[in-house]
């Protein structure tokens, strides 16, 4: 475990569900992000939230949609997602944005 | 945004050095570089980083230049588990993270 958990490791749903990915870390940090990565591509950056508000959305469609309750925690909301929305959904968190990473392991997502 | 540019692949002999460069020609004055590393399918893992001078810790060296527009992560005794993907970033807080170079380690 490097301090950022994700919750569920694996994810397999249909276009019309509704879930949710969970993230969570203890170590104090104040800005958490959510990332994508793609089978063979580099990763995106999706969210960044500093002290509980979202600072940047790197044009994500309404699709996913982030929330942060407190600094611990962080979100990703997904409904009628596309197959395409496939791929490994990374958490990280930092001390301040601009700082160094800690990673969570990942959610592996996939729409049928 | 500084972007960086490595090369897509290396080979390395276990037990020997693995030196992976890096240019960021275009990095800013007040922007670390960071190295990290994504074995198959996991979350990346943090290295290290550096400003002006050279690192090191319980993992690898960090060698900037004294220009500061390339820098050589250096893994001092490589094992087979250190095959994975190497990233380097500068400006840490960044959509741009690149391809990395794919360091496999040959027994």
């Known amino acids: ?112 | 945004d500084a972007k960086t540019t490595q090369p897509p692949s290396m080979d390395c002999a276990e037990g020997r050095a693995a030196n992976l460069p890096c240019n960021h020609s275009t990095i800013s004055g007040n922007e670390y570089v960071y190295w990290y590393r994504q074995i198959h399918s996991q979350g990346p893992q943090y290295i290290i980083h550096g400003l002006k001078n050279n690192e090191t810790n319980e993992m690898a060296s960090l060698i900037i230049t004294e220009d500061r527009k390339s820098s050589t992560l250096i893994l001092p005794h490589a094992t087979l588990r250190d095959t994975a993907v190497y990233y380097c970033i500068v400006r840490v807080y960044t959509g741009v993270w690149g391809a990395g170079t794919k360091l496999i380690i040959k027994p």
């Open chain 1, 1 to 112: 475990e490097t301090g950022v958990t994700q919750t569920p490791r694996h994810l397999v749903m249909g276009m019309t569900n509704k879930k949710s990915l969970k993230c969570e870390q203890h170590l104090g940090h104040n800005a958490m992000y959510w990332y994508k990565q793609s089978a063979k591509k580099p990763l995106e950056l999706m969210f960044v939230y500093s002290l509980e508000e979202r600072v940047e959305n790197n044009s994500v469609p309404s699709r996913f949609s982030p929330e942060c309750p407190n600094s611990s925690h962080l979100f990703l909301h997904l409904h009628t997602l596309q197959p395409e929305d496939s791929a490994l959904y990374l958490c990280a968190s930092s001390p301040q944005t601009g700082d160094g990473y800690t990673f969570g392991s990942g959610t592996r997502l996939t729409v049928v």
